[in-house]
C-alpha cells in the first residue's frame, strides 16, 4: 500500500488527465469578423459588375509602409451562384496584373471565404454594407487581422459614405492612422496573359 507522501508525489507528477481529472481548455475568443453583420439579403447579381478600391483601413504595418506606392486597384466581380469570381485588376511597375481569385460561398450571404495560401491561412470576407450602385464597405479577416476596404463605382465618392467609412473604422477599432487612400485615376480595365496570376487553379 503507498503511503501518502509517494500518492502526494504521483499526484504532482502526473497529467490531471491520468488521474481522471480533465482541465478545461481555456476557451478561444471569437473572431474579429464573426461580429460584422453582412449586407442584409445580400445579392450578388446586384454586387457584380467594377468596383474600384477608394481606401483601406488596417494595422498591417506593410500597407503602412508602402502607402507612397499604392496603385490605382479595381475589383471585376462576377457571380457563379451563391460565390463570387473576382478579379483584381492593378499596376506594379506601370505594368497592369490581374489576379483571380474565388470568393466561395460562406453559408450566409455576404460572407465569403477566400482560400489563400501561407501560414497566416485563409481570407473571410464581408460585405458589410453597399447600395449596390454607389458604394461598398467590405471587411476582411486573417489571422485574427481585420482590414477594411471601401470601394466605389466611381470616384470621388460622397461625403455620406466617406462618414460612413469611416464609422465602420472606428467600429473596428482602427483610426485614420491606419487609413490609406488609393489613386483616383490610373485604372486598369485587363491585363496580357503574360501578367496574370490565376489563384482559382492553385
Not at 151 to 171: G, H, I, K, M, T
Request: glycine share 4%; hydrophobic share 45%.
Amino acid at each position: 500500500m503507498l503511503t501518502a507522501r509517494p500518492v502526494l508525489l504521483l499526484t504532482l507528477l502526473l497529467p490531471p488527465c491520468l488521474l481522471g481529472q480533465r482541465v478545461p481548455r481555456p476557451l478561444r475568443p471569437p473572431s474579429p469578423i464573426s461580429s460584422i453583420h453582412p449586407k442584409a439579403n445580400f445579392d450578388t447579381q446586384q454586387f457584380a459588375g467594377t468596383w474600384l478600391l477608394v481606401a483601406v483601413a488596417s494595422e498591417c504595418r506593410f500597407l503602412q509602409e508602402q502607402s507612397h506606392r499604392a496603385e490605382a486597384t479595381a475589383l471585376s466581380v462576377t457571380p457563379q451562384g451563391s460565390a463570387l469570381a473576382v478579379s483584381t485588376f492593378r499596376k506594379l511597375d506601370g505594368i497592369c496584373w490581374q489576379v483571380r481569385q474565388l470568393w466561395r460561398d460562406a453559408g450566409v450571404p455576404g460572407r465569403f471565404l477566400l482560400p489563400a495560401r501561407g501560414a497566416r491561412g485563409d481570407v473571410d470576407v464581408v460585405v458589410a454594407e453597399t447600395d449596390y450602385r454607389d458604394f461598398a464597405i467590405l471587411f476582411l479577416e486573417r489571422a485574427r487581422q481585420l482590414t477594411v476596404k471601401l470601394y466605389a463605382r466611381a470616384v470621388p465618392v460622397s461625403d455620406s459614405v466617406l462618414s460612413e467609412f469611416e464609422r465602420q473604422v472606428q467600429a473596428a477599432r482602427l483610426t485614420e492612422e491606419h487609413t490609406v487612400f488609393f489613386p483616383k485615376y490610373g485604372f486598369c480595365q485587363e491585363a496580357d496573359q503574360f501578367h496574370l496570376l490565376d489563384e482559382v487553379r492553385r
